[in-house]
């Protein structure tokens, strides 16, 4: 069974930069194209950004310019960096392929954005 565990959120200034990670156990790595999603309070999930096992990276729109997608295949993980986080960043950020069949999700890993 896939586990996706995902760590680095927490409470955080806006204007700081935040790296957020996810290791993948029980599969392959490699060869599927990952995903960083977030789901703010009320909110659906939404994808951020995805990055093939050779490191080609689509982030959509809304996302350009303050996210930032990266892997290591070595250490089966995918990595987000955010940069400048505002109030409206925080939700709680997930990992997953980018499509079905999806991993079951893990727990997510939380981020508040507060002064």
């Known amino acids: 069974q896939v586990q996706l565990v995902e760590a680095g959120g927490g409470l955080v200034q806006p204007g700081a930069s935040l790296r957020l990670s996810c290791t993948v156990s029980?599969?392959?790595?490699?060869?599927?194209?990952m995903a960083w999603y977030r789901q703010s309070p009320g909110a659906r999930r939404e994808m951020i950004s995805s990055?093939?096992?050779?490191?080609?990276?689509e982030t959509k729109p809304p996302f350009w310019g303050r996210f930032l997608i990266s892997r290591d295949n070595n250490e089966k993980a995918v990595y987000l960096e955010i940069f400048d986080v505002a109030p409206e960043d925080t939700a709680t950020y997930y990992c997953?392929?980018?499509?079905?069949?999806?991993?079951?999700w893990g727990q997510g890993t939380q981020v508040i954005v507060s002064s």
């Open positions: 029980g599969s392959d790595f490699s060869p599927h194209t």
């Open positions: 997953n392929r980018d499509v079905d069949p999806l991993w079951s």
């Open positions: 990055i093939t096992g050779g490191d080609y990276i």
